[in-house]
């Protein structure tokens, strides 16, 4: 069996990795899982961190990206430093 290959899930999906992006061979589907830490500090900082951490080889989530690129440039627009926490209205996008 083709499955017997690849490592095997714990939802029983075959998997192989393919450019660091999961390829679930049974569905013939590619999978970027993405998680977010919930934190109630946010600063410059993390959403650097957190737009930094997306692994996307191919830019097929580039449109996706692109809005949380506009919101850290406009950060920067609004002259916060690094460590500094973002208002409630900021943090909220």
Request: with cysteine; glycine share 4%; hydrophobic share 40%.
């Amino acid at each position: 069996m083709f499955c017997q290959d690849f490592k095997k899930v714990e939802h029983g999906h075959c998997v192989a990795k393919v450019l660091g992006i999961e390829w679930r061979t049974d569905e013939d589907k590619l999978v970027i899982q993405y998680a977010v830490e919930p934190s109630a500090n946010i600063t410059k900082r993390t959403v650097l961190h957190t737009n930094a951490s997306v692994f996307d080889p191919l830019g097929w989530l580039s449109p996706l990206m692109l809005r949380n690129k506009c919101f850290f440039q406009s950060l920067w627009i609004k002259s916060y430093d690094w460590d500094e926490i973002l208002t409630k209205e900021d943090q909220e996008q």
